[in-house]
């Protein structure tokens, strides 16, 4: 059994401009298990259980990588006023 503790668990995607792919490498299991289907594997443990320990492959599609929204500070308040509503209805009901 390969077991990673979850502090040094990790997942590198990466760009190689020279051969225009995207490179995948995690050992954090619900990671793995999230991007398998869009990773051609190279290297992959699964352990008895099912769990996909470590997984390395070449990612198939596109990535696309956003940055960070970035609220002002009328859009903090709109989305606050909303969540709250939300809480008070589910309190209720």
Known sequence: MTYTPREEQEVIISYDRE???WHYYGDCPP?????RARVQ????MVEG???ITLL???ISGNVIIKAKQKLS???KAINAERLKQANQAR???
């Open 91 to 93: 309190i209720k009901s």
């Open 73 to 75: 500070e009328e859009q």
């Open 19 to 21: 051969l225009d792919e």
């Open 31 to 35: 990671l793995n298990r999230k991007w």
């Open 56 to 58: 390395e492959g070449v």
């Open 41 to 44: 594997a190279t290297l992959e």
């Open 49 to 51: 259980n099912g769990q």
